[in-house]
């Protein structure tokens, strides 16, 4: 559905790798929020359940302040990344811009580094340059933010 347009939504739960994860219901109150597109906000409810601890990356050319009034965002850190300019213009796709402001914006479960191994060893190689390009602007764009704060 998501190739058609249609809104997904899709959690993610993680934790270090000798604790197991024994939940397997939605996420009512994340610790990280990302948008892959900002129009998505005026559709679905997609702050629901963000606190002020939850860090929120969304793909869009507008200031953190503006996104923080039309989502009505209650969170500490919002991160404002242009994913589609950035994808544009290293002939990558959105989601490894994404990707990487994640890692530039929350702390994740593995390092950027190995991140960046897993796109080298695991991705089709024609992409691999574009996508590990693509990764490390997500991934600046998203440090560039914090350090705005």
């Known amino acids: ?20 994860i024994r939940i397997n219901s939605p996420v009512r109150h994340p610790d990280c929020l990302a948008l892959f597109h900002e129009a998505m906000a005026g559709k679905l409810p997609v702050n629901a359940g963000v606190q002020r601890h939850c860090q929120v990356v969304v793909n869009t050319a507008l200031e953190g302040a503006a996104i923080r009034e039309r989502m009505q965002l209650a969170a500490r850190d919002i991160y404002c990344v242009d994913a589609l300019a950035l994808a544009l213009q290293s002939k990558s796709r959105v989601n490894m811009v994404m990707l990487g402001a994640l890692y530039g914006a929350a702390d994740m479960p593995l390092t950027k580094e190995s991140q960046m191994e897993a796109i080298r060893k695991n991705g089709k190689p024609a992409f691999v340059e574009s996508n590990l390009n693509c990764f490390e602007r997500g991934f600046k764009a998203a440090s560039e933010e914090t350090a705005k704060d």
């Open 1 to 20: 559905s998501e190739k058609r347009g249609s809104p997904v939504k899709a959690f993610i739960r993680y934790s270090a790798p000798t604790q197991e």
